[in-house]
Antibody, heavy 121, light 107 residues
């Protein structure tokens, strides 16, 4: 079964850091671009970042550039999102998702259940 | 950045009826348009990509159409499990962007 499982969410103070992880199984992880997408409470979906199969290309939405870093470990079938200088507006459910096309902009065909990040003092 | 809009914001439909949801892009996205379904407390699920191709396992009652800037998702006969929020997403231009969603609820 194709599966993505996120972890690492929690409560953090403004200005703090958090590292999210996503464990992939059931498919050849190293063959796919991967993305992070977030959803603020009661709001819509926002793509955050994505990374190429070998990690050589990474893209970010403007609001997180310089604060978030996406990375992957293909040997561990894992995707990560290092989040620094967190703000209240980063509060959201963060989803890990698979990009099935071989382009830097894609739809997403497999999603994890999400992990919740709350930034509050 | 391409701005996606969806209408209506809420659609009240009776089970068995047809539902038609609209999505508009601020500039042409060709056929690079996807639709997702999201139920409360769940992750989004891909329904349609390429504007009209159903994703694996998606029932035939879901269909997508359109190209350029105007797109439609049609649910031919609503089932109880179809009441949810539906999002469109363009992936023609970076960054990929989503519409605000249409909530389909029970009339």
């Amino acid at each position: 079964e194709v599966q993505l499982v996120e972890s690492g969410g929690g409560l953090v103070q403004p200005g703090g850091s958090l590292r999210l992880s996503c464990a992939a199984s059931g498919f050849t992880f190293s063959s796919y671009w991967m993305s992070w997408v977030r959803q603020a409470p009661g709001k819509g979906l926002e793509w955050v970042a994505n990374i190429k199969q070998d990690g050589s290309e990474k893209y970010y939405v403007d609001s997180v550039k310089g604060r978030f870093t996406i990375s992957r470990d293909n040997a561990k079938n894992s995707l990560y999102l290092q989040m620094n200088s967190l703000r209240a507006e980063d509060t959201a459910v963060y989803y890990c998702a698979r990009d099935p096309t071989n382009y830097d902009s894609s739809y997403m065909d497999v999603w994890g259940k999400g992990t919740t990040v709350t930034v509050s003092s | 950045e391409i701005v996606m809009t969806q209408s209506p914001a809420t659609l009240s439909v009776s089970p068995g009826e047809r539902a038609t949801l609209s999505c508009r892009a601020s500039q042409s996205v060709s056929s690079n348009l996807a639709w997702y379904q999201q139920k409360p407390g769940q992750a989004p699920r891909l329904l349609i990509y390429g504007a009209s191709t159903r994703a694996t396992g998606i029932p035939a009652r879901f269909s997508g159409s359109g190209s350029g800037t105007e797109f439609t998702l049609t649910i031919s006969s609503l089932q109880s499990e179809d009441f949810a929020v539906y999002y469109c997403q363009q992936y023609n231009n970076w960054p990929r962007t989503f519409g605000p969603g249409t909530k389909v609820d029970i009339k």
